[in-house]
């Protein structure tokens, strides 16, 4: 089954304005889908739904061909897992109050999975260029650049099928960005996971993606 299957999706905020409209996009098993559109257009949006971190007003989700059934907490734990998620802004996703390690070992403690932390840390850490000095800090101890690797190994620490990036080097300079586009593809390839990518530059995200759709996809 695809990796992601969205079909006719209607999202908003507002109860009165979409700012999705009809939308249907399919990520095959594997592939690399890059989402291009100038900003305001609704890929956030229709990012978070894919996710299961926005309802829908209207149409289907399916991930691996699993439905899914519910939103936000009410998304059943095992396919809210199997998308990983990295936005722009990591000071706006990570919990300030966390060092570097418990921010990417969370998800493994929330789902009764501690005692995989010590096995994966140092590996992940490693993947995305995090050296062991820096997983003892908090996120303002950190750059942006060292706090979005943080947030890729996080993304990626329950070894998702789907890997959604929302501009996720948007806010970094040149050489941390093409670190962290290398350790996706060398999850991808190591794990034979899907990318979503959403992202305003062709050029870049066509470096990185098997195919770019243009925003509104249909
Ligand atoms: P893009 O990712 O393409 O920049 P977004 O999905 O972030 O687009 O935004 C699409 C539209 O929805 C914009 O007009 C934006 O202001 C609005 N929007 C985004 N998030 C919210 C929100 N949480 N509440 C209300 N409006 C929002
Ligand atoms: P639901 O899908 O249940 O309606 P949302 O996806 O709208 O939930 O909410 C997701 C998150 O976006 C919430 O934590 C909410 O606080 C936040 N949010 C709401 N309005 C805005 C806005 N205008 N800009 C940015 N974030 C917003």
Known sequence: APALELRDITAGYDRRTP??????LTVADGEAVGLLGPSGCGKSTLARVAALLHRPWSGTVRLS????????????????????????????????????????????RATGRRAEVPERLPELAASVGLGGDLLTRRPHEVSDGQLQRACLARALVLRPELLICDEMTAMLDASTAAALVAAVEEYRRARGAALLAVGHDRVLLGRWCDRVVDFPAG
Request: zero cysteines; glycine letters at 8%; a positive charge.
């Open 19 to 24: 700012v999705v409209r009809g939308v249907s």
């Open 65 to 108: 061909g699993r439905p899914a059934r519910g939103f936000r907490h009410r998304a059943p734990r095992e396919l809210r897992t199997s998308v990983g998620v990295v936005f722009q802004q990591p000071r706006l996703a990570a919990d300030p109050r966390l060092t570097l390690a418990d921010l990417i070992a969370e998800p493994l």
